[in-house]
């Protein structure tokens, strides 16, 4: 998809990146393939992401179906 977007998260000593078929228009950023042994609480990420995205955030879960 043209164009798409990317996002850049950093927490602390580590960052995240994701890119992929969005579009300018999109409503509702989902969070996914985050790793639980590093500890981060979902609601940090959530709290992280919403500094960059103004619109719904989503932290996924296994096997949640949006």
Not at 34 to 53: M, S
Request: aromatic letters at 8%.
């Amino acid at each position: 998809m043209k164009p798409a977007l990317g996002y850049r998260f950093d927490f602390h000593d580590r960052s995240i990146a994701s890119s992929g078929d969005t579009t300018p228009l999109v409503k509702m950023l989902v969070l996914s393939h985050l790793t639980p042994e590093h500890g981060i609480p979902d609601a940090t990420w959530h709290r992280e992401a919403a500094k960059a995205f103004r619109g719904r955030i989503v932290v996924a879960q296994d096997l949640m179906v949006i």
